[in-house]
């Protein structure tokens, strides 16, 4: 089969899957607000929805153009990461969210996947921005967001969240 096929298909799965994430993270911004959450980042939080949108963008118009086979392999693999997205979703509940929200009170998750990784999510997110592009031949995608989203996760997210936690756990 040919990539330029199977994008569409691609890129509508990752939408809608996005569009319920968001729907999911709204409502557990709800809960964690009625339960005085305090929000850190907020000056960096845009990005992520010029990142994602750009990403899927990119790789519609480069897949589509692809003249490569699909390569089912990194199609399986980004079909794998699905389930432990969720699975990281479930062990988080209502702590799952798109945005740094720190509730007083709140558990750190550090049981299941998060005994092996500190940030699981960025993990799947960051092998999903490059397998989903690499599987319909679209590596200039894979390779510039993959290197945006290392960039902004590194160099801002990733150390917004751990000042959050250090005051967190200093007051507490």
């Not at 850190?40 to 990005?47: C, D, F, N, R, S």
């Not at 998060?114 to 940030?119: A, D, I, T, V």
């Not at 990733?158 to 756990?169: G, N, S, V």
Request: hydrophobic share 50%; glycine share 6%; no cysteine.
């Amino acid at each position: 089969m040919k990539a330029s096929r199977l994008t569409p298909y691609l890129v509508g799965g990752l939408i809608a899957q996005r569009l319920l994430e968001v729907r999911h993270a709204r409502s557990n911004e709800r809960w964690a607000r009625e339960h005085g959450a305090v929000e850190y980042g907020q000056g960096h939080y845009w990005t992520f929805f010029v990142l994602h949108p750009a990403w899927l963008l990119a790789l519609l118009l480069e897949g589509r153009a692809s003249r490569r086979a699909v390569n089912w392999p990194l199609v399986l693999l980004f079909l794998l990461l699905q389930p432990l997205r969720y699975l990281i979703m479930a062990q988080l509940g209502h702590y799952w969210n798109t945005k740094i929200l720190i509730i007083p009170g709140g558990k750190r998750v550090e049981t299941g996947v998060f005994r092996f990784l500190k940030h699981p999510n960025y993990t799947v997110v960051a092998l999903e921005l490059a397998s989903a592009p690499l599987a319909v031949g679209a590596w200039r995608t894979a390779l510039a967001f993959s290197l945006l989203n290392a960039a902004l996760l590194l160099g801002v997210r990733i150390p917004a969240e751990e000042a959050a936690l250090r005051d967190y756990d200093a007051a507490n």
